[in-house]
């Protein structure tokens, strides 16, 4: 079974352009969350889709940040502007529900190391 | 608000010591999960252990064993006989009870603990 995928695994942009990274959770998983790691911080929560709907998107540090599932399958961030301050990994993860299986573990993918310049 | 503290910053042991890794955290929650990750070089986050709040049992997987204690707030993580192939970035998370809607709530992390086991 394939694992969460991402996509790019590395951009590098400069401040003011727009990035997009995508995410591809595990077949079947209901739940895909967005994460990101800060300069060797806090991974830090940005937001939860269940299906296609936003559960939770308090982590969403501004409104330069959109988040969107299609069809409850992949996901995408996009960012835009970018600012300096954007800079770091992002994650996304996966886990069932919903369908009978109720899961705690969140399964991640490698990342997406995002570098502003 | 929920925290996690991994005041280890970075450890670095010989081959085939033993090591453990420090967890406090804080929460409001009497029903919550506990989570260990690991973060090997190749980046991705691996999955190790969750616990629930309810169930204090200490636990061992191979070389892994994990000691919760509730009147402490820790959840505290051991490698016996440590190995070069554990050398990696460990997490400690918290998540509170599961929402009513059957997703799994979102994962408060610490700050990790860089490992490096000298061969």
């Known amino acids: 079974e394939a694992g969460v995928t991402q996509f790019p695994s590395h951009s590098v942009i400069e401040k003011g352009q727009t990035v997009t990274l995508r995410c591809d959770p595990i077949?079947?998983?209901?739940?895909l969350y967005w994460y990101r790691r800060v300069m060797g911080k806090e991974i830090k929560f940005l937001l939860h889709?269940?299906?296609?709907?936003?559960?939770?998107e308090s982590g969403m540090p501004n409104n330069r940040f959109l988040a969107e599932r299609t069809g409850g399958t992949y996901s995408t961030l996009k960012v835009q502007p970018a600012e300096l301050e954007d800079s770091g990994v992002y994650f996304c993860?996966?886990?069932?529900?919903?369908?009978?299986?109720?899961?705690?573990?969140?399964?991640f993918g490698p990342g997406t190391r995002l570098t502003v310049t | 608000a929920q925290k996690v503290t991994q005041a280890q910053t970075e450890i670095s042991v010989v081959e085939k010591e033993d090591v453990t890794l420090d967890c406090v955290y804080e929460?409001?929650?009497?029903?919550?999960?506990l989570f260990w990750y690991k973060q090997p070089p190749s980046g991705e986050l691996v999955f190790l252990i969750r616990r629930n709040s309810f169930d204090e049992q200490n636990e061992i997987s191979g070389r892994y064993s994990w000691n919760f204690q509730k009147s402490t707030s820790s959840f505290n993580f051991t490698i016996t006989a440590s190995q070069v192939v554990d050398s990696a970035v460990y997490f400690c998370a918290l998540s509170e009870a599961q929402g009513s809607s059957g997703s799994a709530r979102q994962l408060t992390f610490g700050s990790g603990t860089q490992l490096t086991v000298l061969p």
């Open positions: 889709f269940v299906k296609e709907s936003k559960q939770d």
């Open positions: 929460t409001r929650d009497t029903t919550y999960y």
């Open positions: 993860a996966s886990s069932p529900g919903l369908a009978g299986v109720w899961s705690y573990e969140q399964y």
């Open positions: 077949s079947g998983h209901d739940n």
